[in-house]
């Protein structure tokens, strides 16, 4: 019976179509709907009170008897609430019993086209007689309740009745279509209007009060009654009916459009925003569209308004030296002035309305600034804090910039975009890093790992530590060794609270990472940055941890500093870092700002009133500097030399521009500049260093490369290198490192992801030798500054030994030797996993038990070998069956079971019983001897409530032996 209910339910969308082409192609539809989902309704009931009768009397069926009620069976009460709901919408019992016909033909084409292999063959018979004496009883017991309904007063009452519902329904309607403020019409295809709410009629100068327009009672301008029919859009709104049939034609198969039109109304010229749409022609009777306006006029003021602000405020920001950009909350520019065009190497026009950080911002930091950005507008960012990133420009050159940001919001407080004032850093910082990454260089030659690390046992004891926790902590390996890891805290408070984070980081399954502050050997208390993870054997039991240690003072340090330098909510001239100068025509100083004055050592008062020729160390380059500027009206990039109070010079470099009237006289002169003499200092330090690094570059034991991000080819390498990859040294110090990378950009890409999330210094890549052997290799890399290039700097370990080891273990440690699937640890770790994954996104999870029928018979008869091979042969199979992301593995003996991520419990007996099949249908073949077998599979659904595997894997196991029990070869779900 379970089958049979099964086959009905499953195929209704089969049975609704199958009865809507009956009923269209004998015209039933001009009385009903032509949505096939109109038909749910009475397809379900039916096939409720069809499976309940079966449930009720057997595939047998009641008989017809003189004393039969039609009453109280499901067919009959089916019936009888048909037929009063039909005779209430005015049906006639003809009309009814007609369609019905057409159900029952429906209902016994689908035992007789798709029962095959759905039902059981010894019942499909019985299934049909059933089925037809069920469409007689249901005739039957219609017809009776149709006829001791009443007579016709009373049949009369009834539609009375709906009649007055329907009417109250349509004033209920006419009463919100009337009470739109937004001016609605319905047009036909010769844009002439059926209908009109009274904000269109008023529009048009017609109606004034709700309900004139559709109840005929308006009367204006001497035209006769008008009842909502007839109106042409060409004779009341021209305007309109021109732009309709310009803009959005009103033709078939054409949804919807919208576009923005304006013309005289009654009310004088307005704007619109017009939508069209065309009905949904639910019965095939309408065929007509909706056009709605908007009035937009204010609104269209009011952007005119802004836009005069806008080009205001762009004027006054073009003279500022530093970048100032404006963002929407989509991202996208707003506003840009002219340093901001100049740096990146664009014009205004083809960055306003462009995405900031696809176009701008470096692939590997978008993620980054989209966090930033949705920070910012969410209110979590800290907007007195300064924020540096890279910027891309239009010539591909990255440049580094720093930024203040200050978040906008409109009246109602709500983000409308944010204002970024950005001062270029690229030289300034490129020369600082040149000088740290040329330390770094030095120390990692000597030093393989450079951060602090600690072997620790489960009591938090001290195993073992490497130089550079000692040298961090100012302890000797004897200090060291055996110690409590308390001795490192600044306090025993300390060490507790550390322990206690640690444990819950574990608890939750995540590797412990966070901050906290520790103790020298001199007592110095100092900030670091720690990544704990555990150590564990395959049963799980931990052996231990290990710590890595970073300290992080100097990171406080500049932190702390920048913090203390900030001022909040300074004006934009005001946190320039560069000098902006005024002048009037013959160079008297007229305005400063404090960089300026903070450059050149004076006093405000000092400046204001002075020529600037005063200021200028060489007379030469200032003649110069003038005449670039009066020649060209602009003057941008000059190097020169200026005097400060203290009788020092400085170098700086300068930009300046004439500011013009509104008639183009130039009335004035302004300009910027930074003082770039540390630059100039850095650059030659800079060169000094490179000859004492390159010695040791050459004289290194260690594989050294120098790689060119941008071409990505090898630019130079050590002896050791030309050694280990075995290519003559010209050959590899012009050649692609994609040459010797033997890894796909996937697999690049993946190690790079997972370096970051473990806090890795290092990479793990595989390179290609001259002679095509491959190695594993751990690199460490970083940029270096090499004659004004940045290139990557890295120091290469050959650790092919040691991977090929841990590769080994790991597959020992993991799969069943005899089958290749997961072993039984294996498979609980992955399992645990996955649950915990589908609990936090409340995700299906389907668990499933499989066990081989009378296997012990099969050793038995076949001896073990043979029993092995139908072990291996069903691992294989179900490897192959199953996707990639399903957990398969041996529990023992001949005992399987599978994890079906994203699958619920209906998925779950799809995927059974297709593997119940397949393994049944199998052919084991070993020497002369051929064996098949079938398996017994028991299924469940992970529950909102569990948290461990085992209660599902518990559930699926008596599931699998109530298979058992129910004759084997079969698929049971708990």
């Known amino acids: 019976m379970e089958q049979i209910t099964r086959f ?138 149709w006829v001791e309904a009443g007579d016709e007063a009373e049949h009369l009452a009834e539609l009375q009745t709906r009649n007055r519902d329907l009417t109250t329904e349509k004033n209920m309607f006419l009463t919100l279509f009337e009470s739109l403020d937004t001016p609605v019409f319905l047009l036909d295809h010769d844009l002439n209007a059926s209908i009109m709410n009274l904000a269109a009629a008023r529009l048009i100068g017609l109606a004034q009060e709700p309900g004139q327009v559709y109840y005929g009672q308006a009367r204006a301008h001497g035209t006769p009654d008008f009842v909502g029919t007839g109106i042409s859009l060409r004779d009341r709104l021209p305007w309109l009916a021109s732009e309709l049939g310009r803009l959005c034609p009103l033709e078939p198969g054409q949804r919807a459009c919208r576009f923005d039109a304006s013309g005289e109304t009654a009310d004088g010229m307005r704007h619109f925003s017009v939508a069209v749409s065309h009905m949904d022609d ?137 204002l970024s004032s950005g001062t270029d850093i690229t030289e300034q910082r490129a020369a600082e890093q040149a000088l740290s990454q040329k330390e770094l260089w030095l120390r990692n030659t000597f030093v393989a790992l450079g951060e602090a690390v600690f072997i620790l046992t489960p009591d938090a004891r001290i195993l073992d530590a490497n130089p550079a926790a000692r040298a961090m902590f100012q302890m000797t390996d004897e200090e060291l060794a055996g110690a409590s890891v308390e001795l490192l805290h600044a306090s025993h408070e300390n060490f507790l609270e550390f322990e206690q984070r640690k444990k819950a980081a574990f608890e939750a ?124 009206g602009a003057a941008r990039g000059h190097q020169l030399t200026a005097k400060h109070k203290d009788g020092s010079r400085i170098t700086v470099e300068a930009s300046a521009h004439l500011v013009r009237d509104e008639t183009g006289r130039a009335v004035a002169k302004e300009g910027t500049f930074r003082d770039i003499t540390q630059r100039i200092e850095a650059d030659r330090l800079l060169r000094e260093r490179e000859k004492q690094y390159r010695a040791l570059f050459e004289n290194n034991h260690s594989i050294m490369l120098l790689m060119d991000p941008r071409t990505g080819r090898i630019v130079d390498a050590n002896p050791a290198a030309v050694h280990f990859y075995g290519y003559p040294a010209d050959t590899l110090r012009s050649m692609p490192f994609s040459d010797i990378n033997a890894q796909d950009e996937t697999a690049i890409f993946k190690e790079m992801v997972d370096s970051r999330r473990e806090k890795r210094s290092y990479f793990i890549h595989r390179h290609r030798l001259a002679d095509g052997d491959i190695r594993d290799v751990e690199v460490y890399s970083g940029p270096i500054m090499v004659q004004g290039n940045q290139l990557l700097y890295s120091v290469i370990h050959d650790i092919t030994e040691r991977v090929r080891l841990e590769r080994e273990m790991k597959r020992l440690a993991t799969t069943d030797s005899l089958t290749g699937a997961a072993n039984r640890h294996e498979f609980f770790r992955l399992a645990e996993l996955e649950l915990r994954r589908a609990m936090r996104y409340g995700h299906s999870l389907a668990v499933l038990m499989l066990d081989i029928d009378y296997f012990k018979s099969i050793n038995d008869t076949h001896g073990h070998q043979t029993g092995d091979a139908v072990l291996k042969a069903l691992s294989a199979l179900v490897r192959t069956t199953l996707r990639d992301t399903d957990i398969f593995g041996r529990l023992g003996g001949e005992e399987f079971a599978a994890v079906l991520p994203e699958t619920d419990l209906a998925g779950g007996v799809l995927v059974a019983d297709r593997l119940r099949r397949e393994l049944g249908a199998l052919k084991v073949r070993l020497r002369d001897i051929e064996v098949m077998f079938t398996v017994s599979i028991g299924l469940t659904e992970t529950r909102k409530s569990e948290r461990l595997i085992d209660d599902a894997i518990n559930r699926a196991d008596e599931a699998m032996y109530k298979a058992k029990r129910m004759g084997r070869n079969r698929v049971e779900s708990n």
């Open 282 to 418: 639910v019965s095939g009777k309408f065929s007509h569209s909706i056009v709605s306006l908007e009035d937009i006029t204010g609104r269209m003021d009011m952007e005119r308004q802004l836009a005069r602000e806008h080009e205001r405020a762009t004027h006054y920001l073009d003279i500022v030296g530093s970048i100032v950009v404006a963002l929407d909350t989509a991202g996208r520019i707003s506003l840009i002035n002219r340093a901001g065009c100049t740096t990146l190497g664009y014009k205004e026009s083809e960055l306003l309305g462009q995405d900031w950080i696809d176009l701008i911002i470096p692939d590997e930091q978008r993620d980054e600034s989209r966090d930033y950005l949705y920070c910012m507008f969410s209110g979590d960012a800290d907007t007195d804090a300064e924020h540096t990133n890279y910027v891309t420009t239009r010539s591909g050159d990255h440049r580094l910039i720093t930024w203040k940001n200050q978040l906008l919001t409109d009246e109602s407080g709500a983000p409308a975009g944010v």
């Open 8 to 145: 009905f339910t499953s195929h209704e969308d089969w049975l609704m179509q199958r009865i809507l082409d009956h009923a269209k192609r004998q015209g039933y539809t001009a009385y009903t709907s032509t949505l096939l989902e109109a038909w749910r309704i009475s397809v379900a009931g039916l096939t409720e009170a069809l499976v309940r009768a079966v449930e009720r009397h057997g595939l047998d069926g009641p008989e017809f008897t003189p004393d039969d009620t039609f009453r109280d069976d499901p067919a009959s009460a089916f019936a009888v609430e048909q037929s009063r709901k039909h005779r209430a919408r005015g049906i006639t019992l003809a009309m009814f019993l007609g369609l019905f016909k057409y159900y029952r033909r429906a209902y016994l084409a689908l035992i007789d086209e798709k029962a095959q292999g759905a039902i059981d063959p010894e019942w499909i018979s019985p299934c049909r007689a059933f089925t037809e004496l069920f469409f007689d009883r249901v005739a039957i017991a219609l017809s009776v309740d």
């Open 509 to 632: 399954g995540v590797q412990a990472n966070f901050e906290f502050t520790m103790r020298r050997k001199d007592g110095d208390i100092f900030p670091t940055e720690h990544s704990v993870s555990r150590i564990t054997c395959d049963d799980g039991t931990l052996l231990g941890t290990v710590s890595v240690v970073r300290d992080i003072s100097s990171r406080k340090w500049a932190e702390q500093k920048l913090r203390q330098s900030e001022e909040k909510f300074r004006r934009i001239f005001e946190t320039i870092e560069d000098g902006y100068i005024v002048t009037d025509m013959n160079g008297v100083i007229q305005m400063v700002n404090p960089a300026t004055c903070a450059h050149l050592g004076y006093a405000e008062s000092e400046l204001v009133g002075q020529s600037m020729a005063s200021l200028y160390a060489d007379d030469n380059e200032r003649a110069r500097f003038v005449m670039a500027l009066d020649a060209t």
